[in-house]
Every structure is written in C-alpha cells, then in structure tokens.
C-alpha cells in the first residue's frame, strides 16, 4: 500500500452526528457536574476523585502503551498507535478535571484538615510528606513531566508523517526509556496521594502496583474499544485478525495480573492479621460494601477471564468491543471500591455518580473528533508501519 493510498484512508473525519453527541454529552455532565458541587460539594468532591483517576489512568496507561512499543520494537501495534496518541492526550483533561477537588481538600483528605492533624500523631508523623503545599507541588510535578513526554513522543510521531525520517523512531525510543522510570514514580506517588491517603492511618507496599495493574488495562482496554470501532467503521480496513488477537491478549494478561496484585495484596494483610492494617478489608466487608467486593472480583476478574481466554474470543469483534466496555466499568468499580468506603459507610450511587462519568464520555469523543481533523488516523511516516500492517502470528 502506498503512503499516498494510506493518506487517503487515515483522514476521514469523525461522523458529524457523532461529533455533535460529543458536544451535547459534555454539556450535560458539565451541568451535572456543578450541580453536584452547589448541592453536596462533599459528596461531589469523593466522585470527582474517583473520576479523575479514572480519566488520568486512561490517558497515562496509553502513554504508558505508547512508550513500550518503541521500548519494545513492537511491529504489530503500529499502525494503531495513533490511537494511544489520541488517548494519551486525555492527561492535560485529568488535571482539568482535578483542579476543583483542590479547594476541597479539607472535605477530602484528613490530613489536610489541622484541626484533625493537631490531634492525631501518626498525621502528626506523616505531615512532613502529607501536607497541601506539597502535595501540590508533587501534582504539577507529576503531570507536568508526563505532559512534556507526551508533546515529544506525539511530536515527533507527526513530524514522521511528514519527512519520513526514522531519526524521530530513535529519538522516541530515547525518550521512552526515560519516561518509563518517570511514569513508574509518577504513578506511584499518584496513587499514594489520592487514593492511599484518603485513609493515612493504613499502608500497603503493593498500592502502587496494584493501581498501575488498573492503569494499563484501563489503557488497553480504552484503545481496543476505539480500534475495534473505528475498524467496523472503515476506518482500519488494513488490520488482520492477529492484530485484534494480540491486543485481547494483552488484555487478558493485564486481567490475570490485577487478579494477581489484587490477591497479593489481600492474602497478605489476611495472613499477618494485624488491626492497623485489617480494618481497611473490614471496612469494605460490612455495611452493604462486601456485595460491592464481591461484585469486583466477579467483574473485574472472573467475566474478563472466561470471557477471553479461547484464542477465538480473542479475535472475535463483537466480544472484544463488549469486554472493553466491561472491563472500563470493572475499572471504574475498582476506583469507586477504593476511593468511596472513605466517604460513606454504605455504598451511595446517584446522580453526582452518573455526571462525571457522561462529562468524560463526551471529552473523550470532541478530543478524538479534533484530532482526527488535524492528524492522521495511522502513523504512515513510521518505517516499521508496512510491517505492521502486514503482521501475521
């Protein structure tokens, strides 16, 4: 196929209906959005956390899949990469979404309420990392290195469609390896500072892991659904079977390794039976919160696993598009596990819980709409990208 061939392809916009959906989508949950501040700020503050997260671990788990490939030599995933650069471009949005919980983080966070660390030495011994300055300095830190990756790996991408040039591949590969410490910490510290300290009193050495195990299935899970969309669509009429089997793979591997960390991390609180550190389990075993528990593991593990473990389901369109979707709400569910024991002793779900969820839906599809227009759909400067699109198991 030719590059001339391959332009005409990979510039077809998004369907307008689409586009305005995006618009209408994004106005109702901005409504919702605020409603939910002047009516319960407290209430909305917890679900806001939850959803940046949520939107953050999207676009920081596609620039996490964006830089493995170049790490990696990847050839299959090429020519759908331009996805992941779309998604990626989600993290600016995170921060945008983060920005009111700031000027509620006494509703939020007990450390960041004096009244509450005056008389509470373990706060007292942990204020040196836990405090508001620093923690939003820690913030900017995070997301601003992660931003300045993410303009010179997607820069550099373009400018290859452009010149053809394999020294932006080289230049990326470089870039990538040392993103990868950076998005190591970086999320670590994410997770530690926004969802670990919501209970400061209880620690766990595998929280990290444990949320990027999230991370990255968010990620490719998000991608997939786009990809698999776009190509019933006619947008990638290029990619085989085996593309789509590689990425229900990676999935399904993702799946087994949160199951995994999620175990670890349970079994061995369980085993050592100590108080300062059970009462985060009990509080997620009472009140209406086990059937959420129960609910998570079946969701997040048990469907997906079944779901995707023959090498057909694997390749099979209509269930890799339902999984996607299942496995973004198992992930969603997971953060709501997570965050929410912290506010309500009993599991709450209404409309301040749907409004962010329809804001971020329709960020998602104006953002992917826009980039469509300015940038090609497939990467067609990349010299790997006849490879890719030729890549058979």
């Not at 998604?87 to 309420?113: E, G, K």
């Not at 969701?299 to 999984?323: C, E, G, T, W």
């Not at 596990?337 to 971020?360: H, K, N, Q, R």
């Given at each position: 196929m030719s590059d001339h061939h391959a332009a005409d392809r990979v510039n077809k916009p998004l369907p307008k209906k689409l586009y305005i959906t995006g618009w209408i989508l994004t106005g109702i949950g901005l409504l919702l959005y605020v409603l939910g501040y002047l009516t319960d700020e407290s209430h909305a503050a917890f679900a806001n956390v939850v959803n940046f997260l949520f939107l953050a671990s999207i676009g920081v788990g596609s620039l996490f899949l964006i830089a493995l490939e170049y790490l990696a030599g990847a050839v299959w995933s090429v020519p759908m990469r331009r996805v992941n650069e779309f998604l990626a471009s989600l993290i600016p949005f995170?921060?945008?979404?983060?920005?009111?919980?700031?000027?509620?983080?006494?509703?939020?966070?007990?450390?960041?309420?004096?009244?509450?660390?005056?008389?509470?030495?373990?706060?007292?011994?942990?204020?040196?990392?836990?405090?508001?300055?620093?923690?939003?300095?820690?913030?900017?830190?995070?997301?601003?290195?992660?931003?300045?990756?993410?303009?010179?790996?997607?820069?550099?991408?373009?400018l290859q469609d452009k010149d053809k040039d394999q020294k932006h591949t080289r230049f990326n590969i470089r870039i990538s390896a040392m993103f990868m410490p950076v998005f190591a910490f970086g999320l670590t510290f994410l997770a530690i500072d926004w969802a670990l300290s919501l209970e400061p009193h209880w620690y766990s050495t595998v929280y990290g892991v444990y949320f990027f195990s999230g991370t990255a299935l968010a990620g490719i899970a998000a991608a997939t659904f786009c990809i698999v969309l776009l190509y019933k669509h006619g947008y990638f009429p290029q990619l085989r079977r085996d593309h789509f089997y590689s990425l229900g793979t990676l999935m399904f591997v993702f799946v087994n390794f949160w199951a995994y960390i999620a175990f670890s991390q349970f079994m061995l609180v369980w085993y050592a039976n100590m108080p300062e550190e059970t009462y985060w389990f009990v509080a997620r075993w009472k009140n209406g919160w086990e059937y959420i528990s129960i609910l998570l593991i079946i969701v997040h593990f048990v469907v997906p696993y079944f779901a995707l473990l023959s090498?057909?389901?694997?390749?099979?369109?209509?269930?890799?598009?339902?999984?996607?979707?299942?496995?973004?709400?198992?992930?969603?569910?997971?953060?709501?596990?997570?965050?929410?024991?912290?506010?309500?002793?009993?599991?709450?779900?209404?409309?301040?819980?749907?409004?962010?969820?329809?804001?971020?839906?329709?960020?998602?599809?104006?953002?992917?709409?826009?980039?469509?227009?300015?940038?090609?759909?497939?990467?067609?400067?990349?010299?790997?990208?006849?490879?890719?699109?030729?890549?058979?198991l």
């Amino acid at each position: 196929m030719s590059d001339h061939h391959a332009a005409d392809r990979v510039n077809k916009p998004l369907p307008k209906k689409l586009y305005i959906t995006g618009w209408i989508l994004t106005g109702i949950g901005l409504l919702l959005y605020v409603l939910g501040y002047l009516t319960d700020e407290s209430h909305a503050a917890f679900a806001n956390v939850v959803n940046f997260l949520f939107l953050a671990s999207i676009g920081v788990g596609s620039l996490f899949l964006i830089a493995l490939e170049y790490l990696a030599g990847a050839v299959w995933s090429v020519p759908m990469r331009r996805v992941n650069e779309f998604l990626a471009s989600l993290i600016p949005f995170a921060v945008l979404l983060a920005l009111p919980i700031f000027f509620h983080l006494h509703n939020v966070f007990q450390w960041a309420s004096p009244e509450i660390v005056s008389t509470d030495t373990i706060l007292q011994a942990k204020s040196p990392y836990l405090n508001v300055n620093f923690f939003v300095l820690r913030f900017v830190v995070i997301f601003g290195t992660w931003i300045v990756f993410l303009y010179f790996l997607k820069r550099n991408s373009v400018l290859q469609d452009k010149d053809k040039d394999q020294k932006h591949t080289r230049f990326n590969i470089r870039i990538s390896a040392m993103f990868m410490p950076v998005f190591a910490f970086g999320l670590t510290f994410l997770a530690i500072d926004w969802a670990l300290s919501l209970e400061p009193h209880w620690y766990s050495t595998v929280y990290g892991v444990y949320f990027f195990s999230g991370t990255a299935l968010a990620g490719i899970a998000a991608a997939t659904f786009c990809i698999v969309l776009l190509y019933k669509h006619g947008y990638f009429p290029q990619l085989r079977r085996d593309h789509f089997y590689s990425l229900g793979t990676l999935m399904f591997v993702f799946v087994n390794f949160w199951a995994y960390i999620a175990f670890s991390q349970f079994m061995l609180v369980w085993y050592a039976n100590m108080p300062e550190e059970t009462y985060w389990f009990v509080a997620r075993w009472k009140n209406g919160w086990e059937y959420i528990s129960i609910l998570l593991i079946i969701v997040h593990f048990v469907v997906p696993y079944f779901a995707l473990l023959s090498q057909d389901a694997k390749m099979n369109l209509p269930r890799l598009k339902f999984i996607t979707v299942w496995l973004l709400f198992a992930h969603f569910l997971d953060l709501y596990w997570l965050v929410m024991p912290t506010y309500s002793a009993s599991p709450v779900c209404g409309w301040i819980e749907i409004g962010f969820p329809v804001l971020i839906v329709g960020l998602v599809i104006i953002m992917f709409g826009w980039k469509m227009k300015r940038y090609n759909l497939i990467p067609i400067g990349d010299p790997k990208l006849q490879k890719g699109l030729e890549f058979h198991l």
